[in-house]
């Protein structure tokens, strides 16, 4: 969905990942919210320019290319550029599955934040959501980017007896080269929390999960090419979204 209108420029999409209810950006130069409340958590990123906002009645303000804010659900709230510039920014929309709502007290006392790595981390996200197909990637990208989040509000780090992830990720991703496997469900599998098993099998084999998928079924495209299957079958065959992926794979 795009719309355009004078000195504005937005676009927004429902990207098919599990917690993201919606991706929106956007270029203001002359605008501002009326009070309103979201069923969900907004995560927003600055790209340049300012914003003036209230939460639950509070002013606050962000700036520049580093800030993060993290709006809460079913909290007032408002917003409006701050000089003729105006200020270009890209929201995630996240459900009480990535974060339950029993910090939002936490997030209106404190919506700003000068995080590089969470920022970082948002803009990979971002990165990936524009794309489909990846949605591995994003559901372990969106883990990493919930884990800095509930550290910004004061959650404990969880901590996971299970230290030898990593081997049984590998056997489990091999068994699935095709059909793929979503975080939560190896998670589940493997007894083992989302984030640490990226870290474990990151610590095993020098990459994350998603990255060794698909370099697992770029391995198997390939002798399929070579045995003189079609670009087209192949793609389906390894599980990758659509023939450009295969493409890359041809020697």
Known sequence: MTGDRPR??????RPSVAGITEVFHAHFTDHAYPVHTHDTWALMILDDGSVDFAVDRHRHGAAGGGAVVLLPPDVPHDGKTVNPSGF??????????VLPERWAGAAVDGPVHGDG????RIHQLHGVLAAPGDEFEAESRLALVRERLLFH??????RNPEREAGRPAAALLDSRI????SLNEAASILHAHPTHLIRC???TYGLP?????TGRRIDRARRLLLAGRRPAEVATMVGFYDQAH???TRP
Do not use: C, E, I, M
């Open 88 to 97: 270009r920014k890209r929201v995630l929309y996240l459900d009480t599955r």
């Open 117 to 120: 790595l969470l920022r970082r």
């Open 209 to 213: 999960p998603h990255t060794y998928l």
């Open 8 to 13: 504005t420029r937005t676009s927004a999409w």
């Open 201 to 203: 099998f990151k610590q």
């Open 153 to 158: 509000l004061g959650a404990a780090p969880v």
């Open 246 to 248: 295969v493409n890359l």
């Open 178 to 181: 095709s059909s793929g496997v």
